[in-house]
């Protein structure tokens, strides 16, 4: 989860991960996000994604809390949706920006079926997380 929520911030460096031969495609993504991308010099891609790691792990915690994801599940480092709306304003936005974003989240549907663990796994495609201890 916290691999894909990086790439759907910092869409511009999709560019950098290993992808399957039949998903190259969506290399073009990080062009069309260039226009996303900060001024002046970034951290490397690890260095972000590890300074992420304790708001990720809040947003999913106020997620669990709000049952938007299931609390149980959660408990053990598991990531599952429940039926909870998104009302209000902040649904609209939601659907809103999902709507105008579809390629990018067509991208990372792709993502989350690539195994987590092992040598072409997402770890050690992304090279965010170290995956040479992986056991597979």
Same mark, same amino acid.
């Given at each position: 989860?916290?691999?894909?929520?990086?790439?759907?911030?910092?869409?511009?460096?999709?560019?950098?991960?290993?992808?399957?031969?039949?998903?190259?495609?969506?290399? !073009?993504?990080?062009?069309e996000y260039? !226009?996303?991308k900060?001024y002046?010099? =970034?951290?490397?891609?690890?260095?972000?994604?590890?300074?992420?790691?304790?708001? =990720?792990?809040?947003?999913?915690?106020?997620?669990? $809390?709000?049952?938007?994801? $299931?609390?149980? !599940?959660?408990?053990? %480092?598991?990531?599952?949706?429940?039926?909870?709306p998104?009302?209000? %304003?902040?649904?609209?936005?939601?659907?809103?920006?999902?709507?105008?974003?579809?390629?990018?989240?067509?991208?990372?549907?792709?993502? %989350?079926?690539?195994?987590l663990?092992?040598?072409?796994?997402? !770890? %050690?495609?992304?090279?965010?997380l170290?995956?040479r201890?992986?056991a597979?």
């Amino acid at each position: 989860m916290r691999i894909l929520d990086f790439y759907l911030l910092f869409p511009f460096r999709i560019e950098g991960i290993r992808l399957r031969r039949e998903d190259r495609k969506y290399r !073009k993504l990080a062009g069309e996000y260039e !226009k996303n991308k900060p001024y002046g010099d =970034q951290p490397e891609d690890r260095n972000v994604f590890a300074r992420m790691e304790p708001m =990720q792990l809040c947003a999913l915690d106020t997620l669990a $809390s709000r049952r938007f994801i $299931s609390p149980e !599940k959660w408990t053990t %480092a598991e990531v599952v949706t429940t039926s909870e709306p998104v009302l209000g %304003a902040l649904g609209q936005r939601v659907v809103e920006i999902n709507t105008q974003e579809a390629d990018l989240l067509d991208f990372l549907r792709v993502l %989350a079926s690539y195994d987590l663990l092992g040598p072409d796994g997402l !770890k %050690a495609r992304s090279a965010l997380l170290e995956a040479r201890y992986d056991a597979i």
